[in-house]
């Protein structure tokens, strides 16, 4: 199994609602990441757990949490978002900090 | 600061050869990956530098030099569907942090 899979691959929410994205991996990597990415920008670093501990949080509101249950799971719970925050938001995993990330599909997320 | 430098946008023939340019001024460098991504769709890895010279895969090849802070992606035998976004990135140090380029739209005609 060389994917990482995330669900759900659409998501419209209020600004007061609570959702979580979900995002798996089975290649056995260590490193699991949260990316926000905005309409012809790269891809913007939130979050990055190694060993299922967080490693990085690149300043990022608490409307967005972070939870990594085990290795091969990685959650992204949001609270009271604002419309600025709709993007695509992308999982990837790396077996290490030296490996290339591999990419899920991504949620595409609107805030209303 | 940290910089990574690339085209916006190439316009390239379907069957020639095309040549996507990045350069990078950062911190340090551990490492530059170039990935594809297609318009609404996630990034794809295509290829990893980290000592200079010439990386070869198929179509596509990378190629690096640390001196000069330079890379470049070459795509050969252009098809219509290369017609994607292609990104560079850099790890300026060991840790899980990539710095990225802006992205080069690479559109195909026939």
């Known amino acids: 199994d060389t994917e990482v899979t995330q669900t759900p691959k659409h998501l419209v929410m209020g600004m007061t609602n609570k959702k979580s994205l979900k995002c798996e991996q089975h290649?056995?990597?260590?490193?699991m990441y949260w990316y926000k990415q905005k309409a012809k920008k790269p891809p913007e670093l939130m979050f990055v757990?190694?060993?299922?501990?967080?490693?990085i949080n690149e300043s990022v509101p608490s409307r967005f949490s972070p939870e990594c249950p085990n290795s091969s799971l990685l959650n992204l719970h949001l609270h009271a978002l604002q419309p600025e925050d709709s993007a695509l938001y992308l999982c990837a995993s790396s077996q290490s900090s030296y490996n290339e990330q591999f990419f899920g599909p991504g949620t595409r997320l609107t805030v209303l | 600061g940290q910089n990574i430098d690339q085209p916006t946008e190439m316009t390239a023939t379907e069957g020639a050869i095309v040549q996507i340019n990045c350069t990078y001024q950062?911190?340090?460098?551990?490492?530059l990956f170039w990935y594809q991504q297609h318009a609404g769709e996630a990034p794809t890895f295509l290829s990893y530098?980290?000592l200079d010279g010439l990386e070869e895969k198929g179509r596509f090849s990378s190629f690096l030099s640390r001196s000069k802070g330079y890379s470049y992606l070459l795509l050969k035998e252009l098809q219509m569907k290369d017609s994607a976004s292609y990104l560079c990135?850099?790890?300026?140090?060991?840790?899980?942090?990539?710095?990225w380029g802006a992205g080069t739209k690479l559109i195909i005609k026939p």
């Open positions: 757990y190694s060993y299922e501990k967080l490693s």
């Open positions: 990135a850099v790890r300026p140090d060991s840790n899980y942090q990539l710095i």
């Open positions: 950062t911190s340090g460098f551990n490492g």
């Open positions: 290649m056995g990597h260590r490193a």
């Open positions: 530098n980290v």
